[in-house]
């Protein structure tokens, strides 16, 4: 069970190594902006993705709108998360996304994703595919470069001042639902 220190003290991931991430089966990117237009932050996170799925040979699967900066790189994702299908009009939380993420990945037999967002948020995404989606998160090194975009329509994903606090709280609300 996730103690009550983890929740506050990981804020970077250990990252694998290049021989771990050629034994993924796809790369899994989470959008890190409003869920309408491409923020800066993931534009860079599915930059990093795209180039991992061709350093790797590996498909992708990612969130809305990430697609759109995959296909302007000539990547079509295999598959798109682009609403909440468990709670239709509601919020794309991470738990959602990864959820569907693992639907597509059961399909295929997957179990070794190498999962991309930002660093800030990869604990929590890694803790929650691994523990409520049973899938094994492998983090690449590219990840410790994606920046906030200080321009974000949504505010508290503009700089580490104001998105820690969120985190924190997201991942005790997160291990109060045992999602991570």
Not at 2 to 13: C, F, I, Q
Not at 137 to 142: R, V, Y
Not at 164 to 180: D, N
């Amino acid at each position: 069970m996730t103690g009550l220190l983890d929740l506050v003290a990981h804020w970077n991931v250990h990252a694998h190594s290049p021989k771990e991430l050629g034994d993924a089966d796809v790369v899994i990117a989470h959008e890190f902006g409003d869920q309408k237009v491409p923020s800066d932050t993931t534009k860079a996170i599915i930059n990093t993705a795209v180039t991992l799925c061709a350093r790797y040979n590996l498909p992708l699967i990612c969130q809305f709108p990430g697609d759109q900066v995959a296909c302007a790189r000539g990547v079509n994702p295999l598959y798109v998360v682009r609403e909440n299908i468990a709670r239709p009009g509601t919020y794309l939380d991470t738990h959602e996304v990864n959820r569907q993420a693992a639907l597509e990945c059961a399909k295929y037999g997957w179990k070794k994703v190498i999962l991309v967002s930002h660093r800030h948020h990869l604990w929590r995404a890694g803790e929650n595919i691994k523990k409520r989606h049973h899938l094994m998160p492998l983090f690449p090194k590219e990840t410790a470069c994606i920046p906030y975009d200080p321009k974000c329509s949504r505010i508290l994903l503009r700089q580490p001042l104001l998105f820690i606090p969120r985190e924190i709280w997201s991942r005790w609300s997160y291990r109060k639902q045992g999602l991570i």
